[in-house]
């Protein structure tokens, strides 16, 4: 019997504008959605997967290795054969009609990173919609490495507020920001340090906005491990957030144990 179902929010984002006109391929990362989905299902839980589009998430080709599961080739690929198989992930649904339908069903959400949520999910009005009702309910939400700026969709000014992070006034995005629903909460997400080493290795170009500084602008309490790449999770009331990819152990444990309690 099923414990409940758990609402994956996913991106359709594969293509991340940068500075200067420049642009780079990117994706959602597979251990990040699989790993903790896995751990869901193994638990007991349903899954719904819903993304703006209604397609499959495209994966950061980066993340299709076994490099991102401690180089073991056998967890590698039993990842990617569940990313390819699961029925909830070959056929997600819209977030129209995940919030048309009504929301009350879900004990959870959980949000994968990747570059994808920058593009797409964190300016979703309905998403903003999905984020207002778990906080209202108070239940688990979960997000990891750059998943938590889906969080900025429930910035009530949520368009302004963006308009100001690309344009780097981070005095406007202040004030934009204000009323945002975590504000003062405790949360973690992918770090700047981090980020310049991906800007260096694997955009190269700028970021438009660094994630962790469109946290703070909106009154988040931004906090990361001091090694960069290790692990680092944090929990505060309902919000649970994860730092990076190899987070990805720990925030599905953190989920599971929110869940139970």
């Known amino acids: 019997m099923s414990k409940g179902t758990v609402l994956v929010v996913g991106s359709n984002g594969d293509k991340l504008e940068l500075r200067d006109g420049k642009s780079a391929a990117i994706g959602t990362y597979l251990n990040e959605m699989v790993v903790p989905v896995m751990a869901l299902v193994n638990a007991g839980y349903e899954i719904v997967l819903a993304t703006p589009s209604g397609a499959r998430p495209i994966l950061d080709e980066v993340s299709v290795s076994a490099s991102h599961f401690n180089n073991d080739e056998k967890a590698f690929q039993t ?139 909106a009154g988040g309490i931004v906090t990361s491990n001091t090694q960069v790449f290790e692990p680092h999770v944090t929990q505060d009331r309902e919000l649970i957030t994860g730092q990076n990819p190899r987070s990805d152990h720990a925030i599905a444990d953190a989920l599971l144990k929110a869940l139970a309690g």
């Open 79 to 217: 990842a990617l054969e569940f990313f390819n198989t699961y029925p909830a992930i070959v056929k997600p649904r819209t977030l129209s009609s995940v919030v048309e339908e009504g929301l009350d069903k879900y004990a959870a959400m959980f949000v994968p990173g990747g570059h994808a949520p920058i593009i797409d999910i964190s300016q979703n009005a309905d998403v903003g919609t999905i984020l207002r009702h778990f906080h209202e309910k108070g239940l688990p939400t979960a997000l990891l490495c750059h998943g938590p700026i889906t969080l900025i969709a429930s910035v009530p000014e949520m368009t302004a507020f963006r308009a100001a992070l690309e344009r780097d006034d981070m005095t406007a995005a202040k004030t934009a920001g204000k009323g945002w629903q975590y504000a003062g909460y405790q949360m973690t997400i992918f770090s700047n340090d981090e980020e310049k080493i991906a800007e260096d290795q694997l955009l190269h170009g700028k970021m438009k906005f660094y994630v962790g500084d469109a946290l703070q602008a």
